[in-house]
């Protein structure tokens, strides 16, 4: 019998058979240098990643609705299949989409749903599902129960980590509110607004209540009623209706707004302190907490997008990102293309950069992964490009991303029947390209950015310098009009604290390393390339 959830507050804990060992698990995610993208549902295996063998997928498997309730929706077996070759198994489910049909009864379903400011649940039909879809609300601690409930069955069965999908996707307002961000204003959650004015304007009397935020005198934040009272404690739903903003209430108007705060989407930002962000990360860490605290072994936590407390970030790429400021505010366009082909002459070298640097403040030195996200028109673009200049995509924007200190995720499969990497043609491509990665692994271990400027006589190259101990310097080609227009003679500089013992080559272009043409006096160092096709790297020895 189908598990579902069935109580307030309380979640039913099933008995889980116990697993057989498993095989050692493989290493930390700071080891990690080739990562895939294959997600399938839980009871299925992707044969690819047996060829691409990459060190870690982002997430092998996917949670959804009520596939994954029970120990027995899931194909374990393939573990130990992954562990032999030396990958690790991530296992992950969306944190916030929810149906009717996961929930025992409509009444349970409405509590997990998130609410509008009139107290309504808040629809996602743009989602296109045949079943109405809602945003399930990580502040009620039911809610948090039930993520945490499929995400101890995954772990009891064996995966190294759990990858949870759109966090704090509950805050948009969906197509209803043109996303506004009319969601998220449910009991629980309106609670914690009222805890944390509380705790952050602690001597505020009525009259500053009421001056600073347009209180009145039968609707303030009391420290002597529990918060959870609606009735005699701050409604901020009533605050909303009194002064019309229940339809927008990130109005700029309305002086409670920046206390609210404005939720991005798989984003945490460290300097954000408002009050959605400081209980997002607060409920966020518990649930980490929790997964670490019943594993009891070392396990590996990551999300779509940048979050705090993870052991390695894993970036969705799909359109109205948040990454850079565009007119149409569509964000980075991480899949560049024009007519139908492949621009690479763009170059993401400083969206890459913002996405490192940004993962550093959030959540410290961990591997950032980027994956080309689903199903949305980047992806689209991408499956349709003709066959080399979707290879092309790796060859340019993949080693960019490398040159970067991120990691590519090799896109292989997805979960709603697009055509697969093998079907594509591509399998055989990735499959050797992502060798050179693996056999030079010890380059991107250390790929924190370095602080001396790099220089480079060819136009329309992207050059960067990593490294603390290693230093490394990468050359990315965005010579391209539907193919690659390889430069020669290419000229690079820098300027190190002393002149390295020995300078090679290395490229996934051409087989073997090289030894450059190359000079240096007191630190300046001046590299001459004889031919840059794609990407090459100069080591620093």
Same mark, same amino acid.
């Given at each position: 019998?189908?598990?579902?959830?069935?109580?307030?507050?309380?979640?039913?804990?099933?008995?889980?058979?116990?697993?057989?060992?498993?095989?050692?698990?493989?290493?930390?995610?700071?080891?990690?240098?080739?990562?895939?993208?294959?997600?399938?549902?839980?009871?299925?295996?992707?044969?690819?990643?047996?060829?691409?063998?990459?060190?870690?997928?982002?997430?092998?498997?996917?949670?959804?609705?009520?596939?994954?309730?029970?120990?027995?929706?899931?194909?374990?077996?393939?573990?130990?299949?992954?562990?032999?070759?030396?990958?690790?198994?991530?296992?992950?489910?969306?944190?916030?989409?929810?149906?009717?049909?996961?929930?025992?009864?409509?009444?349970?379903?409405?509590?997990?749903?998130?609410?509008?400011?009139?107290?309504?649940?808040?629809?996602?039909?743009?989602?296109?599902?045949?079943?109405?879809?809602?945003?399930?609300?990580?502040?009620?601690?039911?809610?948090?129960?039930?993520?945490?409930?499929?995400?101890?069955?995954?772990?009891?069965?064996?995966?190294?980590?759990?990858?949870?999908?759109?966090?704090?996707?509950?805050?948009?307002?969906?197509?209803?509110?043109?996303?506004?961000?009319?969601?998220?204003?449910?009991?629980?959650?309106?609670?914690?607004?009222?805890?944390?004015?509380?705790?952050?304007?602690?001597?505020?009397?009525?009259?500053?209540?009421?001056?600073?935020?347009?209180?009145?005198?039968?609707?303030?934040?009391?420290?002597?009623?529990?918060?959870?009272?609606?009735?005699?404690?701050?409604?901020?739903? $009533?605050?909303?209706?009194?002064?019309?903003?229940?339809?927008?209430?990130?109005?700029?108007?309305?002086?409670?707004?920046?206390?609210?705060?404005?939720?991005?989407?798989?984003?945490?930002?460290?300097?954000?302190?408002?009050?959605?962000?400081?209980?997002?990360?607060?409920?966020?860490?518990?649930?980490?907490?929790?997964?670490?605290?019943?594993?009891?072994?070392?396990?590996?936590?990551?999300?779509?997008?940048?979050?705090?407390?993870?052991?390695?970030?894993?970036?969705?790429?799909?359109?109205?990102?948040?990454?850079?400021?565009?007119?149409?505010?569509?964000?980075?366009?991480?899949?560049?293309?024009?007519?139908?082909?492949?621009?690479?002459?763009?170059?993401?070298?400083?969206?890459?950069?913002?996405?490192?640097?940004?993962?550093?403040?959030?959540?410290?030195?961990?591997?950032?992964?980027?994956?080309?996200?689903?199903?949305?028109?980047?992806? $689209?673009?991408?499956?349709?490009?003709?066959?080399?200049?979707?290879?092309?995509?790796?060859?340019?924007?993949?080693?960019?991303?490398?040159?970067?200190?991120?990691?590519?995720?090799?896109?292989?499969?997805?979960?709603?029947?697009?055509?697969?990497?093998?079907?594509?043609?591509?399998?055989?491509?990735?499959?050797?390209?992502?060798?050179?990665?693996?056999?030079?692994?010890?380059?991107?271990?250390?790929?924190?950015?370095?602080?001396?400027?790099?220089?480079?006589?060819?136009?329309?190259?992207?050059?960067?310098?990593?490294?603390?101990?290693?230093?490394?310097?990468?050359?990315?080609?965005?010579?391209?009009?539907?193919?690659?227009?390889?430069?020669?003679?290419?000229?690079?500089?820098?300027?190190?604290?002393?002149?390295?013992?020995?300078?090679?080559?290395?490229?996934?272009?051409?087989?073997?390393?090289?030894?450059?043409?190359?000079?240096?006096?007191?630190?300046?160092?001046?590299?001459?390339?004889?031919?840059?096709?794609?990407?090459?790297?100069?080591?620093?020895?």
């Amino acid at each position: 019998m189908r598990r579902r959830w069935t109580t307030f507050g309380i979640v039913l804990v099933l008995a889980t058979p116990a697993y057989p060992a498993q095989a050692a698990r493989p290493e930390g995610a700071r080891d990690f240098t080739v990562y895939g993208f294959s997600q399938s549902d839980v009871d299925q295996e992707d044969p690819q990643v047996y060829r691409l063998k990459p060190d870690t997928t982002v997430r092998a498997i996917g949670k959804w609705s009520t596939s994954g309730d029970e120990p027995g929706d899931y194909n374990f077996g393939q573990i130990a299949r992954y562990h032999a070759q030396g990958t690790a198994f991530m296992g992950s489910g969306t944190a916030s989409i929810i149906f009717p049909q996961d929930f025992a009864s409509t009444e349970i379903f409405d509590d997990m749903s998130t609410r509008d400011a009139n107290g309504d649940p808040v629809p996602h039909d743009e989602f296109g599902f045949p079943i109405p879809a809602r945003r399930g609300n990580i502040f009620n601690p039911a809610y948090r129960a039930y993520l945490l409930g499929w995400a101890k069955i995954q772990l009891d069965g064996g995966v190294d980590g759990i990858n949870l999908d759109e966090v704090n996707g509950g805050f948009s307002g969906g197509q209803k509110y043109g996303f506004n961000g009319n969601e998220g204003f449910d009991d629980y959650t309106i609670a914690d607004f009222t805890r944390y004015l509380l705790a952050k304007y602690p001597d505020y009397t009525g009259a500053l209540w009421a001056s600073h935020f347009g209180m009145t005198t039968d609707n303030l934040p009391r420290a002597d009623v529990p918060a959870a009272d609606l009735a005699r404690n701050f409604n901020y739903r $009533t605050y909303l209706r009194a002064n019309g903003w229940n339809l927008d209430p990130l109005n700029a108007a309305n002086p409670l707004a920046k206390e609210w705060g404005r939720v991005t989407a798989n984003r945490m930002y460290a300097g954000d302190t408002s009050f959605t962000a400081t209980y997002l990360r607060r409920y966020w860490k518990s649930i980490v907490d929790e997964l670490r605290r019943y594993a009891r072994r070392p396990i590996l936590i990551s999300s779509n997008g940048l979050w705090p407390y993870v052991d390695f970030n894993s970036v969705g790429l799909y359109p109205w990102n948040p990454d850079e400021q565009t007119p149409d505010f569509r964000g980075a366009d991480y899949v560049p293309v024009v007519d139908g082909h492949l621009n690479g002459a763009k170059s993401l070298q400083a969206n890459y950069q913002y996405l490192k640097r940004t993962s550093n403040e959030i959540a410290g030195d961990v591997p950032v992964a980027v994956f080309i996200d689903w199903p949305n028109d980047m992806m $689209t673009n991408y499956l349709n490009l003709p066959l080399e200049e979707r290879k092309d995509y790796w060859r340019i924007f993949g080693a960019e991303a490398y040159a970067n200190g991120l990691f590519p995720a090799f896109h292989l499969k997805d979960t709603v029947g697009s055509p697969t990497a093998e079907q594509l043609g591509m399998l055989d491509f990735l499959t050797t390209y992502s060798q050179f990665y693996k056999d030079h692994r010890r380059i991107y271990r250390d790929n924190v950015p370095a602080p001396q400027p790099v220089r480079v006589g060819t136009p329309n190259v992207s050059v960067s310098l990593l490294g603390t101990r290693l230093k490394t310097v990468h050359l990315v080609n965005h010579n391209y009009n539907r193919a690659i227009v390889p430069q020669t003679g290419v000229t690079v500089g820098v300027d190190l604290p002393s002149c390295p013992r020995r300078v090679t080559l290395v490229s996934p272009d051409r087989a073997g390393s090289r030894t450059p043409a190359s000079t240096c006096r007191h630190g300046r160092l001046s590299v001459t390339v004889d031919r840059l096709d794609y990407y090459s790297v100069i080591v620093l020895g």
